[in-house]
């Protein structure tokens, strides 16, 4: 979703996409061969909805909950899939899901479907897409944030840890002391990249 425009759009000219649903279920289909392709899963849209009705936030709550499938088809043989998982997500968060397919000599494969997580990668899209529905209110800061997270994810390639963790530790410090980047933004920004910073921690 360009949240920019408010349309869908597909970038990857060799996968098929649902679209954004209510309520409803969404797929995106890619070859087993396509390399470099991140599942984002987004609560965005509980955000933009809060944000229109703060009033309402009691009786959503702070978190949400998604079912994810992963689902193999081999040529030729039919479809394998992963059992349900379900994901417990902090409002407006976003999480990256690790899909990975197996071939056996045979022909048929195995497909695993991986704990959804804080990346590098999640934190810029979230970034990405909270600039995109106007959650960061120029251009500057949010250029600054995004030079942040890419100079973090070039360290974290590197293995350089320590390196990624100050940088993440000053995209924090930046966001905290913003005042151009709105109150639900910064805090589910706050919350994903902390997750991040832990876990490149241990």
Known sequence: MNYAIGQFENQNLIADASGNQINGQEWIVTPV????????????????????YPSLQSALGTSDTVEIVGVGAPAGGAPV????????????????????????????????????????????????????????????????LRDKLVSAKNSIKQGMNNTARNQLHAYQNQLSADNLVTPYARTAMLDDSQSLIDSISR
């Open 33 to 52: 061969s396509t390399p470099g392709s991140h599942f984002i899963v987004s609560d965005l849209p509980a955000v933009q909805f809060l944000q229109t």
């Open 81 to 144: 899939y992963t059992s349900p998982t379900t994901v417990n997500m902090v409002t407006g968060s976003f999480l990256e899901v690790p899909v990975s397919v197996l071939q056996n000599p045979d022909g048929s494969i195995n497909l695993i479907l991986g704990q959804a997580t804080v990346t590098i990668d999640s934190l810029i899209s979230e970034l990405d897409s909270y600039n995109g529905i106007g959650a960061i209110k120029t251009t500057d800061p949010y250029q600054g």
